[in-house]
């Protein structure tokens, strides 16, 4: 390294050749990237929840309903009993996102629910929470917790009819929309087939 100079009182230090200063740098940036990836195995995902409770009660509009990690009301379908999917393709999942576990350890949730929440293989592989063998989901159009805008909505993919409705924590409730305004400007159309 070469010897500091001094000039009139101060001290001159010489800097590194910007080219000797590139390789720190590309070996810090693939530190942080792989800082930032990797699985969880408690996570879960439907919009991306990592930790906490994966389901919990909440207040919507009166009714307790059920909600992810985020707040979200979550929903289950008449046809999908037993531990049935048939909400698979990418269209029904853009729609309606199923909530996933990555391990059973992560399904977490109050004690007395937790006895009626359990996991059930998707064709993807991925394990999907569910309340007394249905499979939750979320709703593309809830943009916010405290929204309950896919209860009885109604729908069509891959040849299948669904019926949606919110789920609480003893099963499911009739129509209960979060608000007149929020229904009514929904971009999605009850009956809508893809």
């Known amino acids: 390294m ?24 590309a070996i810090g940036v693939l530190a942080l990237a792989g800082c930032g990836s990797g699985g969880d195995s408690s996570s879960a995902t439907s919009g991306g929840q990592d930790s906490g409770q994966i389901v919990t009660v909440s207040n919507a509009t009166g009714h307790s309903v059920l909600v992810d990690a985020e707040g979200k009301a979550l929903y289950m379908s008449d046809e999908e009993k037993n531990g049935k999917v048939l909400c ?15 391990t059973k350890g992560g399904l977490t949730a109050p004690p007395p629910l937790a006895k009626k929440l359990g996991t059930v293989s998707r064709p993807d592989g991925s394990m999907q929470v569910t309340l007394n063998g249905q499979p939750l989901y979320t709703f593309s159009f809830d943009h916010s917790a405290g929204e309950v805008n896919g209860d009885g909505t109604q729908d069509s993919f891959d040849g299948t009819n669904f019926t949606w409705h919110v789920a609480t924590p003893s099963g499911r409730v009739g129509a209960a929309p979060s608000s007149p305004s929020s229904s009514s400007t929904s971009p999605y159309t009850r009956g809508y087939s893809y």
């Open 2 to 25: 070469a010897r500091p100079t001094q000039r009139r009182g101060t001290m001159r230090i010489p800097h590194p050749h910007p080219r000797a200063v590139l390789p720190v740098l």
């Open 88 to 102: 698979t393709s990418g269209a029904c999942n853009a729609i309606w996102a199923p909530l996933t576990v990555t």
